[in-house]
């Protein structure tokens, strides 16, 4: 091919970072013009994993990843997708051999620079965060970091779109640049170029840095590499940088001066490789040429080797009728007609994204936007995730991660998935111990869900995603140790050691024993030890015991030996059953919802005990605490509500029983507050307390009963009790104890459950002659008269038949 002429001095070839116009005219450029050097803006240390770009297992998007290496949790990351000029211009140096090299400030400065502004926060001059410190040209409102106090950053292609009398600064890129196109070939490879470098130049003479001043630093480093590069090559040279710096580079200035603004620059020392990028991190606002909204879009257009928006509408269609719905050719020939129809009415060359979108819509998706959000997901932003081979420098952690992901079959993947796991099978057993111990790590790749099958401890449910930032915790997670299990168990006896809270170390002990790390469980259990010898608060033992009957519980499906921890645990529950009477008395209404949380979370512990710890008779020690909770008038209402209702579901306490105490409880000296708080206990929450109504009309009567004589002036103070406890039914069950309440009792009920009646253990009015005989007795103990005495004497006779 023959060399087109090209003006004196490097070729600056300014770009929009992912942009698909923008790659086909480097492309384009560089096959026109053959420089004999490609200088690309970028760190200069991955210099050294440029080679890597043409090993045919990579495959964008990927992402050079730079982080401290004394402390990898400071990390920036410069991704790439096939449709970013910067990848189009290393992937054509290398298959021409042309030497190709970064020259944008060193990670090394970038780095620490970023870190001092963190630690300094008055200073200025923070985020390279993502590997950005300037606009660039390339994101449409995004505020960039590294902006100047006070002065609010500019976003260059929003002023160039709005000078020229677009609202939308993608809608104008797209009409400029993305559709700048004659027969499928480019018309000019270095006009926009030239025409986007002087449309910047007047934006810099009239913004200055736009504000951002650290891209003034940036440029300085830039001008240096460049005038080497010249040194060495001569002026045959292409930069491809963000469009915001050509006229930077291009402006005249001194080595000294540039030289001087690089003095005292802060340095750390950093460490880079290629990571796996995806699409959906492309689409975030954040950092380093992020922010587009359409990713996979872009890179269709930039792979349709022609008639991109029939190809585009074919895709479509595809996706559609994988989801079952019926799309058929005429409904892509008619979307086509109506994207290319808007864009001759909005005066475009091309239809674009919006045009598109809205074709989808009426077409395809019958007005509804519901389709429409499925292809926004899964098409316009896509679910690509990219690849790296193994010859990518990774930390020894990475690499044992990956090793165990290939060999366990867990293909890290962008899209959200669930994995259901058997824990029966020696696969799914490993695969989580891995997910256990990478939480443990705070690698998080996958969450515990809630299973769609059986729920019994034999499976485990997840929730799978990998994001590209989790190469960050990995590296971070790298300071444990080399190998998953070396560093799981490192972290958890540290975290063991420094933990303050006895539920903290029971928590560490169970993820411990989900995880297997049989090196670390001692650690744990004598801290475990300790901290429970020291605690006395009632409420911490009381969080501290469910994470302890999960864990034995665990133990026995995984075979592991849980003696000592059997020990702790039932220390800790014959502890919380002295204990807990005590605590739940004069308790506000927050304190006594929180402890009434507290013992359905001990009660359940204490079943998973039952049978697996050292001392016998738990469960009927357990049932004496909860009978004097329900007995006793000081404790919390909701608690003693709660109580007999536990009583009455495990079977340790009678119908009649539970109705008595409910009598009391709603009888007519007892506050309409503490009788609602003793409802909500009885039978509010989502665990059948509605289906206990339906079932037992007597304690349905009882409480209608009480409803109904709530006076009016205190309706409104427990009406928010009321609604809370009912509104957690389901609807069909309200509906049923409406029908019930508004039949009235059925036949052959017994005469307690008609509403306005007394209660069980009540008489039908006020006995005068009985309350009577209470006041001597009142008076002698307030010391009233001494007369009293012998009242009182007198008034103990009638009265002990009740006590």
Same mark, same amino acid.
């Given at each position: 091919?023959?060399?087109?002429?090209?003006?004196?001095?490097?070729?600056?070839?300014?770009?929009?970072?992912?942009?698909?116009?923008?790659?086909?005219?480097?492309?384009? *450029?560089?096959?026109?013009?053959?420089?004999?050097?490609? $200088?690309?803006?970028?760190?200069?240390?991955?210099?050294?994993?440029?080679?890597?770009?043409?090993?045919?297992?990579?495959?964008?998007?990927?992402?050079?990843?730079?982080?401290?290496?004394?402390?990898?949790?400071? *990390?920036?990351?410069?991704?790439?997708?096939?449709?970013?000029?910067?990848?189009?211009?290393?992937?054509?140096?290398?298959?021409?051999?042309?030497?190709?090299?970064?020259?944008?400030?060193?990670?090394?400065?970038?780095?620490?620079?970023?870190?001092?502004?963190?630690?300094?926060?008055?200073?200025?001059?923070?985020?390279?965060?993502?590997?950005?410190?300037?606009?660039?040209?390339?994101?449409?409102?995004?505020?960039?970091?590294?902006?100047?106090?006070?002065?609010?950053?500019?976003?260059?292609?929003?002023?160039?779109?709005?000078?020229?009398?677009?609202?939308?600064?993608?809608?104008?890129?797209?009409?400029?640049?993305?559709?700048?196109?004659?027969?499928?070939?480019?018309?000019?490879?270095?006009?926009?170029?030239?025409?986007?470098?002087?449309?910047?130049?007047?934006?810099?003479?009239?913004?200055?840095? !736009?504000?951002?001043?650290?891209?003034?630093?940036?440029?300085?480093?830039?001008?240096?590499?460049?005038?080497?590069?010249?040194?060495?090559?001569?002026?045959?040279?292409?930069?491809?940088?963000?469009?915001?710096?050509?006229?930077?580079?291009?402006?005249?200035?001194?080595?000294?001066?540039?030289?001087?603004?690089?003095?005292?620059?802060?340095?750390?020392? *950093?460490?880079?490789?290629?990571?796996?990028?995806?699409?959906?991190?492309?689409?975030?606002?954040?950092?380093?040429?992020?922010?587009?909204?359409?990713?996979?879009?872009?890179?269709?257009?930039?792979?349709?080797?022609?008639?991109?928006?029939?190809?585009?509408?074919?895709?479509?269609?595809? $996706?559609?009728?994988?989801?079952?719905?019926?799309?058929?050719?005429?409904?892509?020939?008619?979307?086509?007609?109506?994207?290319?129809?808007?864009?001759?009415?909005?005066?475009?060359?091309?239809? !674009?994204?919006?045009?598109?979108?809205?074709?989808?819509?009426?077409?395809?998706?019958?007005?509804?936007?519901?389709?429409?959000?499925?292809?926004?997901?899964?098409?316009?932003?896509?679910?690509?995730?990219?690849?790296?081979?193994?010859?990518?420098?990774?930390?020894?952690?990475?690499?044992?991660?990956?090793?165990?992901?290939?060999?366990?079959?867990?293909?890290?993947?962008?899209?959200?998935?669930?994995?259901?796991?058997?824990?029966?099978?020696?696969?799914?057993?490993?695969?989580?111990?891995?997910?256990?111990?990478?939480?443990?790590?705070?690698?998080?790749?996958?969450?515990?869900?809630?299973?769609?099958?059986?729920?019994?401890?034999?499976?485990?449910?997840?929730?799978?995603?990998?994001?590209?930032?989790?190469?960050?915790?990995?590296?971070?997670?790298?300071?444990?140790?080399?190998?998953?299990?070396?560093?799981?168990?490192?972290?958890?006896?540290?975290?063991?050691?420094?933990?303050?809270?006895?539920?903290?170390?029971? *928590?560490?002990?169970?993820?411990? $024993?989900?995880?297997?790390?049989?090196?670390?469980?001692?650690?744990?259990?004598?801290?475990?030890?300790?901290?429970?010898?020291?605690?006395?608060?009632?409420?911490?033992?009381?969080?501290?015991?469910?994470?302890?009957?999960?864990?034995?519980?665990?133990?026995?499906?995984?075979?592991?030996?849980?003696?000592?921890?059997?020990?702790?645990?039932?220390?800790?529950?014959?502890?919380?059953?002295?204990?807990?009477?005590?605590?739940?008395?004069?308790?506000?209404?927050?304190?006594?919802?929180?402890?009434?949380?507290?013992?359905?979370?001990?009660?359940?512990?204490?079943?998973?005990?039952?049978?697996?710890?050292?001392?016998?008779?738990?469960?009927?020690?357990?049932?004496?605490?909860?009978?004097?909770?329900?007995?006793?008038?000081?404790?919390?209402?909701?608690?003693?509500?709660?109580?007999?209702?536990?009583?009455?579901?495990?079977?340790?306490?009678?119908?009649?029983?539970?109705?008595?105490?409910?009598?009391?409880?709603?009888?007519?000296?007892?506050?309409?507050?503490?009788?609602?708080?003793?409802?909500?206990?009885?039978?509010?929450?989502?665990?059948?307390?509605?289906?206990?109504?339906?079932?037992?009309?007597?304690? $349905?009567?009882?409480?209608?009963?009480?409803?109904?004589?709530?006076?009016?002036?205190?309706?409104?103070?427990?009406?928010?009790?009321?609604?809370?406890?009912?509104?957690?039914?389901?609807?069909?069950?309200?509906?049923?104890?409406?029908?019930?309440?508004?039949?009235?009792?059925?036949?052959?009920?017994?005469?307690?459950?008609?509403?306005?009646?007394?209660?069980?253990?009540?008489?039908?009015?006020?006995?005068?002659?009985?309350?009577?005989?209470?006041?001597?007795?009142?008076?002698?103990?307030?010391?009233?008269?001494?007369?009293?005495?012998?009242?009182?004497?007198?008034?103990?006779?009638?009265?002990?038949?009740?006590?």
């Amino acid at each position: 091919m023959t060399r087109a002429a090209r003006p004196v001095g490097p070729l600056l070839l300014g770009v929009r970072h992912h942009g698909p116009g923008s790659a086909r005219a480097v492309r384009a *450029a560089l096959e026109a013009t053959r420089p004999q050097a490609v $200088l690309i803006e970028g760190p200069p240390e991955g210099d050294a994993l440029l080679p890597l770009a043409a090993d045919e297992r990579m495959r964008p998007p990927v992402a050079l990843l730079a982080h401290a290496v004394d402390d990898p949790g400071q *990390a920036a990351f410069w991704p790439l997708a096939a449709f970013s000029p910067e990848w189009v211009a290393i992937r054509w140096a290398l298959a021409h051999d042309v030497p190709v090299r970064f020259i944008d400030l060193p990670a090394a400065n970038s780095l620490a620079m970023t870190q001092a502004a963190e630690r300094e926060p008055g200073r200025d001059g923070g985020g390279e965060a993502d590997g950005t410190g300037g606009t660039d040209g390339g994101v449409a409102g995004e505020p960039a970091p590294g902006c100047s106090p006070g002065h609010a950053p500019i976003d260059p292609i929003g002023v160039l779109a709005g000078t020229a009398g677009y609202d939308d600064p993608e809608r104008w890129w797209e009409d400029v640049v993305e559709h700048r196109t004659q027969g499928g070939e480019a018309v000019d490879p270095r006009a926009a170029f030239a025409a986007l470098a002087e449309a910047m130049t007047a934006l810099r003479d009239v913004y200055g840095d !736009g504000g951002h001043p650290r891209d003034a630093v940036r440029e300085a480093y830039m001008r240096i590499q460049l005038r080497k590069a010249v040194k060495e090559f001569g002026d045959d040279i292409a930069v491809v940088c963000g469009a915001w710096h050509v006229p930077a580079l291009g402006t005249r200035t001194t080595l000294a001066a540039d030289r001087a603004l690089l003095k005292g620059l802060p340095k750390l020392k *950093a460490e880079l490789t290629w990571v796996p990028w995806s699409h959906r991190r492309l689409a975030r606002h954040s950092g380093y040429g992020a922010g587009i909204d359409s990713p996979g879009w872009y890179g269709h257009l930039f792979g349709a080797a022609d008639r991109p928006i029939e190809r585009w509408m074919t895709k479509v269609a595809g $996706l559609l009728r994988d989801e079952d719905r019926f799309v058929s050719s005429a409904h892509v020939i008619e979307a086509v007609r109506l994207a290319e129809t808007l864009a001759a009415l909005r005066g475009r060359p091309l239809a !674009g994204l919006s045009e598109t979108i809205d074709a989808i819509r009426a077409v395809m998706c019958e007005g509804s936007d519901v389709p429409l959000a499925l292809v926004r997901d899964r098409l316009i932003v896509g679910e690509t995730l990219g690849e790296v081979p193994d010859t990518a420098p990774a930390v020894p952690l990475q690499r044992d991660l990956t090793r165990q992901q290939r060999t366990l079959r867990l293909k890290p993947e962008a899209l959200e998935r669930e994995l259901e796991l058997d824990l029966r099978k020696d696969t799914d057993a490993a695969r989580s111990r891995l997910l256990h111990r990478l939480r443990i790590l705070a690698v998080g790749w996958g969450e515990p869900a809630t299973g769609r099958g059986s729920t019994g401890t034999f499976r485990e449910s997840w929730r799978l995603r990998w994001e590209p930032e989790l190469y960050v915790q990995v590296a971070e997670a790298g300071t444990w140790g080399t190998t998953v299990l070396s560093a799981a168990t490192a972290k958890a006896g540290a975290q063991a050691v420094s933990a303050t809270a006895l539920a903290e170390v029971t *928590a560490l002990a169970e993820r411990c $024993l989900l995880a297997e790390l049989p090196e670390a469980l001692p650690v744990v259990m004598r801290a475990l030890a300790d901290r429970a010898a020291l605690d006395v608060d009632v409420g911490h033992l009381a969080d501290a015991l469910p994470a302890l009957a999960r864990t034995l519980r665990y133990g026995d499906v995984r075979s592991t030996d849980t003696a000592a921890l059997g020990e702790v645990a039932a220390g800790l529950a014959e502890r919380i059953c002295v204990g807990l009477p005590p605590a739940c008395t004069g308790l506000d209404a927050d304190g006594a919802a929180e402890l009434r949380r507290k013992v359905d979370g001990v009660h359940t512990a204490i079943g998973l005990l039952a049978g697996t710890v050292p001392a016998g008779g738990l469960r009927e020690r357990w049932a004496a605490v909860l009978h004097k909770l329900a007995a006793r008038d000081t404790v919390a209402g909701v608690i003693r509500g709660r109580s007999t209702r536990l009583l009455l579901d495990d079977g340790r306490l009678e119908e009649d029983d539970a109705a008595r105490l409910m009598g009391l409880a709603l009888s007519p000296g007892t506050p309409p507050a503490d009788a609602a708080a003793w409802i909500e206990g009885f039978v509010g929450g989502a665990d059948g307390g509605g289906m206990l109504l339906v079932h037992d009309e007597r304690l $349905l009567g009882l409480v209608d009963a009480w409803l109904a004589g709530v006076p009016a002036d205190t309706f409104t103070d427990v009406l928010p009790l009321l609604r809370r406890t009912f509104s957690a039914y389901e609807a069909g069950v309200r509906r049923t104890l409406g029908e019930l309440v508004r039949r009235g009792p059925a036949a052959g009920a017994p005469a307690a459950t008609v509403a306005g009646t007394a209660a069980p253990g009540f008489g039908p009015g006020l006995d005068e002659a009985r309350a009577d005989a209470v006041v001597p007795v009142l008076r002698l103990l307030l010391g009233l008269d001494a007369e009293g005495a012998e009242g009182a004497e007198n008034a103990m006779e009638p009265l002990g038949a009740t006590g």
